[in-house]
């Protein structure tokens, strides 16, 4: 597996830019559609938190184990949200894909489909790695919607995992795509937009 380095994915419309402090505007008025940081379960911003957000994630992608994106519509260069690569392990060929979010009226669009694709597609085909995993909190129920819509296996749940925002501490779900079921898994999101297209 090669080692991810910063790199923008454009597929479809939706364009994914290295994470940078230059996005802190677009990603605070992201956040601020639909107020997603009120969401407990999930790692969004809140008002002022926006710089801090972004440095954690550069530290991660300093430090090897985080490779973070803005999402960006293509055709107005509107940030919509962000996601990244998380707990990279070249040592068994593995990423996961997380920290994604998107601004309330880009969701149930295409967009996460497009942005799942690209980034599979870059792991498995490009970087070479043999699984990629997702992992979420168990009241995120529509994040294991869209998780298990994309194909992917659940591989099981650890109790008590992770502490929450608030305090709490939550159950994580995990989820994966092996390499081998990755052509199947392409088939089927490529198709699923091709129906989106159709429609529009």
């Known amino acids: 597996m090669q080692t991810p ?8 419309g939706v364009r994914l830019e290295p994470l940078t402090h230059a996005h802190a505007p677009g990603i605070a008025a992201a956040a601020a559609d639909g107020r997603l940081w009120e969401l407990w379960y999930t790692s969004v911003p809140a008002p002022g938190e926006t710089e801090t957000y972004i440095q954690t994630a550069l530290d991660g992608q300093a430090a090897g ?9 293509a055709v107005s260069g509107e940030v919509i949200g962000s996601t ?5 392990l070249p040592a068994v060929d593995r990423v996961e894909i997380g920290y994604t979010w998107y601004a309330a009226r880009w969701q149930r669009s295409q967009v996460n489909t497009v942005c799942k694709l690209s980034l599979m597609a870059h792991a498995f085909d490009v970087l070479g790695c043999a699984v990629v995993g997702w992992r979420t909190d168990n009241f995120n129920f529509r994040s294991q919607r869209a998780i298990e819509a994309l194909g992917a ?12 925002r608030d305090g709490t501490v939550r159950d994580t779900v ?6 081998s079921e990755w052509p199947d898994v392409r088939r089927h999101l490529e198709l699923r937009l091709a129906r989106h297209a159709a429609r529009d």
Not at 5 to 12: G, N, Q, Y
Not at 84 to 88: E, K, N
Not at 174 to 179: D, E, K, N, R, T
């Open 153 to 164: 296996k659940k591989d099981g749940v650890i109790r008590h995992h992770a502490p929450r």
């Open 65 to 73: 184990h985080m490779l973070p994106w803005a999402v960006i519509d």
């Open 84 to 88: 990244r690569y998380h707990d990279i």
């Open 5 to 12: 380095t910063p790199i923008t994915l454009e597929a479809r």
């Open 174 to 179: 995990l989820y994966s795509v092996l390499a």
